[in-house]
């Protein structure tokens, strides 16, 4: 019985010292890639995250990784501020992800969306 509770006191020891959820940084939510018909050419991609504003999203639409430095996109990554037109007979190969500062980035999502001819 005496050793459980100096096995119990410890454990307790461990995670006031030692906090699980408090040493690893959040997070943030995985972007949402998703795609209406409007607009001039017929089909509009708009994307969101669940985490909290400010965040930023990151994307390509060139089926390459987006990459940043901070909040400031890497070479070929932009930065989603709108819906955006997929011309007729076109493809886009569109990588994105969640950027906040103090969070981890999110994981990557990959949507390949086409605006097939009228």
């Known amino acids: 019985m005496k050793k459980m509770t100096l096995l119990g006191a410890f454990v ?3 995670l006031v010292v030692f906090p699980v959820a408090s040493a690893r940084a959040t997070q943030c939510d ?3 890639i998703y795609w209406e018909y409007g607009g001039p050419t ?8 669940d985490t909290p ?4 999203i990151f994307y390509t639409t060139n089926g390459t990784d987006p990459t940043h430095n901070g ?3 890497g ?11 997929i011309p007729y007979g076109q493809w886009r ?6 950027y906040k500062e103090g969070y981890e980035d999110s994981n990557l999502t990959y949507e390949d969306i086409s605006n097939p001819v009228q």
């Open 12 to 14: 307790a020891l461990v």
């Open 30 to 32: 995985d972007v949402i």
């Open 42 to 49: 017929g089909l509009l991609v708009g994307m969101d995250s």
């Open 53 to 56: 504003t400010p965040r930023t």
């Open 71 to 73: 909040a400031t996109p």
């Open 75 to 85: 070479s070929g990554t932009l930065i989603f501020s709108g819906d955006i037109p």
């Open 93 to 98: 190969y569109f990588r994105a992800l969640c």
